[in-house]
């Protein structure tokens, strides 16, 4: 699917290193800079490979299924908002599936970064019953930035549900996730936690005595990845394993080796936006070789 994205038909060249395209009626975003290569759907705003240069993609995009306009896309950065998981209809919110403007496109010797916005309408108001202003702004280049701003008078849980590609979930080791976690999976029960995590089968973890920068080893890809958070009350970590995997339709049955989920969210203490006080959720990547990596305090 990654080098799918670059070889779509070009529907109009915004800038020398920024496109847009097409696939599937889904409009994408493509961004091909000497710093690195991305793609991003304008249905959700939602980040879908980022590539930097001399380096293997960082985010897992998943072609199980095809694309379907109004239809969650499995993989790259999800904006969960204004809710999160099954606290509503359709699950993770309509952020996700909602068509969204791009607004503005800058391109630079560092990267690009876009612009993109959702304003409430009345499908909106018939889901939640809220007027809103939704930002996105993304970072493209060695480094890859999401940034969040909310405004109106509300109050929201979100989360960015970042797919991290690895080579092989065996080789993969989780750090700087943080303190007591609750366990999605055991009945919301509370554990504590040294802030690492040696993915093993399905899980689905809740850390709401977040660390700031979470990391996730690959062995097999010789890379870490750093995970920024900023403005979040929680991280979230997430992999269906192998029999969840099996039964979802989006997911053929060996994809959940292929990536791991490691969320900057807003759960157990919502953003409360205010006419005079957006709210913010942010994360950024990088990726250094495992010489570089060092364990991070939880």
């Known amino acids: 699917m990654s080098e799918k994205m670059f070889t779509l038909p070009v529907v109009r060249q915004l800038h020398p290193c920024v496109s847009l395209r097409s696939l599937d009626g889904i409009p994408v975003v493509v961004v091909e800079h000497p710093r690195a290569r991305a793609a991003v759907s304008l249905q959700g705003a939602q980040l879908l490979l980022w590539q930097p240069d001399g380096a293997e993609p960082v985010l897992w995009l998943g072609d199980a299924a095809p694309w379907t306009p109004g ?28 068509t969204w403007q791009l607004d503005a496109h800058e391109e630079g010797p560092e990267g690009v970064s876009l612009a993109l ?7 909106t108001r018939e889901l939640w019953p809220h007027a809103f202003t939704l930002t996105t702004r993304i970072g493209i280049g060695r480094e890859c930035s999401v ?12 989360a960015l ?6 080579g092989d979930l065996d080789g993969v080791q989780l750090s700087g996730l943080g303190g007591e976690f609750v366990d999605k999976l055991r009945d919301d029960a ?7 995590l040696v993915p093993t089968g399905h899980f689905d973890r809740i850390y709401a005595e977040p660390s700031g920068i979470s990391r996730v080893v ?44 490691v969320e900057t969210a807003r759960v157990s203490r919502p953003m409360a936006t205010a006419p005079d006080a957006p709210s913010h959720l942010a994360m950024r990547l990088r990726v250094d070789g495992l010489h570089a990596a060092a364990p991070i305090p939880s």
């Not at 403005?231 to 049955?253: C, I, K, Q, R």
């Open 71 to 98: 239809k969650a896309i499995r993989g790259g950065v999800p904006i969960c908002w204004p809710w999160f998981g099954g606290a509503g209809s359709p699950a993770h919110g309509f952020a996700r599936t909602s």
């Open 117 to 123: 916005t959702l304003r409430d309408s009345a499908r």
């Open 147 to 158: 940034d969040v701003e909310a405004h109106g008078d509300h109050d929201s849980t979100a």
């Open 161 to 166: 549900h970042t797919y991290l590609r690895v």
């Open 190 to 196: 509370r554990f504590p936690s040294d802030g690492t």
């Open 218 to 261: 690959d062995h097999r890809f010789e890379r870490a990845v750093e995970v920024r958070h900023r403005h979040h009350s929680d991280v979230v970590v997430w992999n269906p394993g192998p029999e969840l995997s099996h039964s979802m339709a989006d997911l053929g049955d060996e994809s959940y080796r292929e990536f791991v989920c």
